[in-house]
C-alpha cells in the first residue's frame, strides 16, 4: 500500500519536553511539509523540503526543528520553545504533473501538553 | 487580508440541495487550485484540481475566474456523506511548491 504514515496518532509532552514526532512515505516524492492546524482554524505550514537534505522554514517555523536524512522520512522535533504546542500536526508530500503540484496528507498526530 | 479567504459558514442544507462555497485569493501569480475535503479529527484529502476550463466529477464541479481571482465549488444533489469541511488551497508553482491554504468552509448537509 502506497501512502503517508505519521506517528504517534496522539502525543503527550510535559513541559520543558522535546518531542518528535514521525513522518514516512513510500510514495516517492521529492517534496514533503509539515502543517500545525488548530481548532477551526486552517492549515500553517511549519517547515518543508524539497530535497534530501535540504528543508526551509514556513510560516510558523519558530520552536520546531526538522531533519530530510532520507526521502521518505520528514521528522519533526516540538523543542520546548514552543510554549503552545497542543494542535493537530499533518504532514503532507507532493508530486508534481507540468504546473499541477498536488499535495496528500497523513492521518495527523495530535500533540497535548499536560 | 488573507491570501486565501472563504466563508466559513456553516452552511446548513437539506439533503438534495444544491450548494456553491467561493474562495477569493489575492496574489493574481497564483498557479493551480484545488478543492480539498476534512471530516471531523481528519486530515485532508484531495477532492478535486480546478482547472481554467472548469472541470466536473459526478455532483460537484469547480471553477476558476482568474480576472476575478476566485474559485468555486458546486454541489449538486447533496448527500448526508458530503457533511464536512471544505479547504480552498491556493500554489504559487513556484521552486518553492508552497501551498496556501483557506480556513474552510463547514457544509453540514441534514435529513
Known amino acids: 500500500d502506497g501512502g503517508i504514515t505519521q506517528s504517534p496518532k496522539y502525543l503527550f509532552r510535559k513541559e520543558g519536553q522535546n518531542v518528535t514526532l514521525s513522518c514516512e512515505q513510500n510514495?516517492?516524492?521529492?517534496?514533503m511539509y509539515w502543517y500545525r492546524q488548530d481548532p477551526g482554524q486552517g492549515l500553517r505550514l511549519i517547515y518543508y523540503?524539497?530535497?534530501?537534505?535540504?528543508?526551509q522554514k514556513g510560516d510558523i517555523a519558530e520552536g520546531y526543528s526538522v531533519s530530510r536524512e532520507k526521502k521518505e522520512s520528514f521528522p519533526l522535533t516540538v523543542t520546548s520553545a514552543q510554549k503552545n504546542p497542543t494542535a493537530f500536526y499533518l504532514c503532507a508530500s507532493s508530486t508534481r504533473q507540468g504546473v499541477q503540484e498536488t499535495q496528500y496528507f497523513g492521518p495527523g498526530t495530535r500533540l497535548l501538553v499536560l | 487580508r488573507k491570501e486565501v479567504e472563504q466563508d466559513p459558514g456553516p452552511f446548513n442544507v437539506p439533503e438534495g440541495a444544491t450548494v456553491a462555497f467561493n474562495c477569493t485569493y489575492s496574489?493574481?501569480?497564483?498557479?493551480?487550485f484545488f478543492w480539498y475535503r476534512q471530516d471531523c479529527r481528519k486530515e485532508p484529502k484531495l477532492l478535486m484540481s480546478?482547472?481554467?476550463s472548469g472541470n466536473e466529477d459526478g455532483r460537484f464541479t469547480a471553477q476558476l475566474n482568474r480576472a476575478s481571482q476566485y474559485i468555486s465549488l458546486l454541489i449538486r444533489d447533496s448527500k448526508l456523506s458530503d457533511s464536512a469541511t471544505y479547504l480552498c488551497v491556493v500554489n504559487l508553482n513556484t521552486n518553492a511548491g508552497k501551498s496556501t491554504f483557506g480556513d474552510g468552509t463547514t457544509l453540514t448537509v441534514k435529513p
Open positions: 510514495l516517492n516524492h521529492d517534496a
Open positions: 496574489n493574481s501569480a497564483s498557479q493551480s
Open positions: 480546478v482547472y481554467s
Open positions: 523540503s524539497q530535497i534530501v537534505n535540504d528543508f
